[in-house]
């Protein structure tokens, strides 16, 4: 159990076009998932916590303009990425925590398996 | 911004040896995880430390944890090939689910 998806898989579009990627937690309802993303050899950074029901939260640095995110159910968040530019090319990762899970002192946290945006 | 530096950036080794990396914080934590991650894919929890322990075990896997240094170790014993991977500690501070990853460790076991 405890399954986190993306999709798609992996993204090529030209630059100024917008991208839409999907997370969707399989067996699990995650009323808040997160949105990281990884450039080449480096780690990961926390761009955005997606919440259901409200707006998402954003780290500092990252424009919420142009990083939609909308957590329309318990299962499903997206990521928009608008007017894309080359920059933008990175691997977006996102995670789900399985509230139900674990005591109170710590809820597992599962991830998806990436999302790979190439912006030409 | 990254709380986390790990030592060291890439590590190679042989089938059968043993592997050790080292993963420093700076803020205070409720809890240290480490997370296994091969080319290209998403993360794999790998094993979580709490910060009243000082050392855990899971199978190949050890953790130690000094919190009055603020740093964390994993090592893997008896390496296998399948065990390349990247390699990231974090933490969560404010156990919101806001991970702080390290900057990573990048292992290759040659077979």
């Known amino acids: 159990g405890a399954v986190v998806s993306q999709h798609p898989s992996r993204v090529i579009c030209k630059s100024g076009t917008s991208v839409k990627i999907e997370c969707r937690s399989l067996?699990?309802?995650?009323?808040?998932m997160f949105w990281y993303r990884q450039f080449p050899k480096q780690s990961l950074m926390l761009m955005a916590t997606?919440?259901?029901?409200?707006?998402?939260?954003?780290e500092q640095g990252v424009e919420k303009d142009k990083f939609l995110i909308n957590h329309a159910s318990l299962t499903l968040s997206t990521l928009t990425v608008t007017s894309a530019h080359p920059e933008d090319s990175s691997f977006y990762i996102c995670?789900?925590?399985?509230?139900?899970?674990?005591?109170?002192?710590?809820?597992?946290?599962?991830f998806g398996p990436g999302t790979r945006l190439t912006v030409l | 911004s990254q709380q986390g530096e790990e030592d060291p950036q890439a590590l190679s080794i042989q089938e059968g040896e043993n592997a050790t990396m080292n993963c420093s914080y700076k803020t205070s934590i409720n809890n240290l995880q480490w997370y296994r991650q091969n080319s290209g894919r998403g993360l794999v929890h790998l094993i979580l430390i709490r910060s009243n322990e000082r050392e855990k075990h899971s199978g190949r896997l050890r953790v130690t944890l000094d919190t009055s240094k603020k740093s964390s170790s994993l090592l893997i014993t008896a390496s296998r090939a399948a065990d390349t991977a990247s390699y990231f500690c974090?933490?969560?501070?404010?156990?919101?689910?806001?991970?702080?990853f390290g900057q990573g460790t990048t292992l290759q076991v040659k077979p």
């Open positions: 067996d699990f309802q995650a009323t808040t």
């Open positions: 997606s919440n259901e029901g409200s707006k998402a939260t954003y």
């Open positions: 974090a933490t969560d501070p404010g156990n919101t689910g806001k991970l702080i």
């Open positions: 995670s789900a925590r399985d509230w139900e899970r674990g005591g109170s002192s710590y809820n597992e946290q599962f």
